[in-house]
């Protein structure tokens, strides 16, 4: 008897549960639309998705590509066998960036990150230019003297 109502309140349950809406809020990142079925997706993402795809870097292994090509002759943390480059969102860009992407294009974020370290470096790569920008300046590998006040100054010898 107890497994009889236990079923039947399975069943009133089920029919009451509505049906699953198509995804339209992307939290700002369309990177995890990119792997739903079309089907799950509103109109609004799937033409966005479409976008993407037909774009000058449809995908997060072309943005990987020329990330590793733009800084194949810059730090040495790039080479390190022990960084790791992954695409972390997908974003729309809100403005144009001269010579870099257009209002409502899309831009793929990487973030370059050591082992045991941490982060190093996050890349921005146009899906319409197919240019790269880097979020932190590069700085060479170089020992900065400490500079001494002028003499009579406060707190000079």
């Given at each position: 008897m107890r497994a009889w109502i236990f079923y039947l309140g399975i069943a009133i349950l089920a029919c009451g549960l509505p049906a699953a809406e198509p995804v339209s809020d992307t939290s700002g990142n369309y990177l995890p639309l990119l792997d739903l079925p079309k089907e799950k997706l509103s109109t609004?993402?799937?033409?966005a998705v479409q976008?993407?795809?037909?774009?000058?870097?449809?995908?997060?292994?072309?943005?990987?590509?020329?990330?590793?090509?733009?800084?194949?002759?810059?730090?040495?943390?790039?080479?390190?066998?022990?960084?790791?480059?992954?695409?972390?969102?997908l974003l729309r860009v809100g403005r144009e960036i001269a010579g870099f992407a257009s209002a409502s294009d899309f831009v793929w974020v990487?973030?370059?990150?050591?082992?045991?370290?941490?982060l190093m470096q996050v890349f921005y790569v146009s899906?319409?230019?197919?240019?790269?920008?880097?979020?932190?300046?590069?700085?060479?590998?170089?020992?900065?003297?400490?500079?001494?006040?002028?003499?009579?100054?406060?707190g000079s010898p």
């Open positions: 609004e993402l799937q033409k976008s993407v795809r037909a774009s000058k870097v449809p995908s997060t292994d072309e943005a990987v590509r020329l990330v590793l090509r733009f800084a194949d002759d810059k730090p040495a943390y790039m080479r390190d066998a022990r960084t790791g480059l992954r695409a972390r969102a990487l973030h370059a990150e050591m082992l045991g370290t941490g899906t319409s230019t197919g240019k790269v920008l880097t979020a932190f300046p590069e700085v060479p590998n170089h020992a900065v003297e400490p500079t001494r006040a002028p003499e009579g100054a406060r």
